[in-house]
C-alpha cells in the first residue's frame, strides 16, 4: 500500500526580510515552523552560505530540511532588467552549467524557470527536446519546467515537464 505525504517547502524569496539573513536563524526558524525544506536558487545558496557549500549543507541537515532546487535558463532570482535575448542554444548551455551545479546540493527536486516568451513553436520545441536529454543525465531528481507564457499560437499559462 503506497502512502502518501505531504511536505511543505518555503521559498526563500522574503523569508530573510521575515526572519534573518544569517542562515543558521533562518533555517532554524523555518524548522520550528514545521517547514519540510525551502526552494532555493544557486545564487540564494551561495549567498546565504558565502560561498561555502559546507554550511549550507550542515545547517540543511542540522535544521532537518529538504531542498527543491531552482535552476535559471536566463535572467537570476527576478532581478529587473537582467532579462537579456538570448538563443535556444544559450538557455541550453545556461540549464546545463545551471543544473551541474545544483545537483551538488542534493535536491529532491529542481524547478526549472526556461524558455523565452518571444521564441517561436518550433523554438519551443527543439529546446525542449534538448532539455529533457539534459534532465535525463540526472536520474536521481525529478525535475519540471515552469515557463511564463507563450505568445504564440497557442496559449499556455504554465507548462510542466516531469522527468
Known sequence: ???IELK???NLWGAESQFSSDINILF??????GFNGIEASLNEIHRLS????????????TNQLELIGICYTNWTD????????????QHLE??????????RYQPIHINIHSGQDTWTIDEH??????ALILQANYPNVSSSHEVCQLKMQYEFRFLFFFI
Open 125 to 130: 520545441e527543439r529546446f525542449f527536446q534538448q
Open 1 to 3: 500500500m503506497m502512502s
Open 28 to 33: 532554524a526558524e523555518l524548522h520550528r515552523l
Open 78 to 89: 527576478f532581478i529587473p532588467n537582467s532579462w537579456e535575448n538570448l538563443t535556444v542554444e
Open 8 to 10: 511543505v517547502f518555503r
Open 50 to 61: 558565502n560561498n561555502n557549500d559546507e554550511i549550507f549543507m550542515e545547517c540543511m541537515r
Open 94 to 103: 545556461n540549464l546545463k552549467r545551471e543544473l551541474e551545479q545544483m545537483v
